[in-house]
């Protein structure tokens, strides 16, 4: 796993944009795999502005959604429709056809999961996904205890995600129980994983991530498990990294193909 250590969320979301930005100027037709919360927010507007200059084109670009909630109408406020319109489609020159998010409101939700795995194929598969990483360590909606070889499917989220949301809604009862969720196994196939993660409330499961033993307990240890995964981190999510000297160091030392600065 490739570690990359920035001094602020600032500073990560400037490198993760450039990244990004990599593959939409590199690929003909790239597929981005996109991700909702907080931690992504500073990326998409800095994505944006690269946008808005002309620097980069989202036009030949196709997205797939990790996750949306089961129940919420697309219009509701802390839906990942509504938040992916707000904070990156109504902002860059991407046509809607070519985006694609979970229906947490299908009128069969396990078809409309078997159908979100063959549109990715359909596609070729995706190119670069984009993750967060939770407190308790799920990437996606992929709880603790879960399989390490799952598709897009209808999880449970547990109390502990519940408890992390609610400071989206008015409560935690207002928080759903379920969503649709991309698969451990989904998200393995794609071709680079780029996973962001600030603060010290990450700590924890950064470092279980990195550098403990591969677990369902911590299901973003399973990218230890991936061809190519970056892990673009803050100071404060890094710091009860081990080896946090030696991802330094093997950056320092990139040969000039493999920057991104």
């Not at 947490?104 to 396990?110: I, K, T, V, Y």
């Not at 967060?132 to 990437?139: F, P, R």
């Not at 992390?164 to 129980?177: E, G, M, T, Y």
């Not at 989904?186 to 962001?196: F, G, N, P, Q, S």
Request: hydrophobic share 35%; glycine share 6%; net charge negative.
């Amino acid at each position: 796993m490739e570690v990359i250590i920035r001094e602020n969320a600032d500073s990560c979301a400037e490198i993760a944009a450039k990244i990004v930005a990599k593959y939409l100027r590199e690929k003909k037709s790239p597929v981005l795999g996109l991700a909702t919360g907080s931690t992504p927010e500073k990326m998409y507007r800095k994505l944006i502005s690269m946008n808005e200059k002309g620097e980069i084109s989202f036009s030949h670009c196709t997205t797939f959604n990790l996750d949306e909630y089961v129940g919420l109408p697309p219009d509701h406020s802390q839906s990942y429709h509504r938040y992916m319109k707000q904070n990156l489609f109504d902002h860059i020159d991407i046509g809607m056809g070519s985006t694609h998010i979970p229906d947490g409101n299908a009128p069969d939700l396990r078809l409309e999961c078997l159908n979100y795995e063959k549109a990715i194929k359909n596609e070729g598969g995706i190119d670069l996904q984009i993750l967060g990483i939770g407190s308790n360590g799920h990437i996606g909606f992929n709880e603790p205890i879960g399989s390490l070889s799952s598709r897009t499917w209808i999880k449970i989220l547990t109390q502990n995600t519940i408890k992390d949301n609610a400071r989206f809604f008015d409560d935690d009862s207002q928080v759903p129980r379920h969503v649709i969720t991309m698969g451990i196994g989904t998200i393995l196939e794609a071709e680079h994983c780029l996973i962001l993660a600030c603060g010290k409330q990450k700590s924890m499961a950064v470092q279980a991530m990195i550098e403990g033993p591969i677990t369902s307990q911590c299901p973003s240890s399973a990218l230890q498990f991936h061809k190519r995964t970056t892990a673009v981190l803050d100071e404060d999510a890094a710091c009860l990294l081990k080896l946090k000297s030696h991802y330094k160091w093997v950056e320092e030392n990139h040969l000039d193909w493999q920057q991104y600065d």
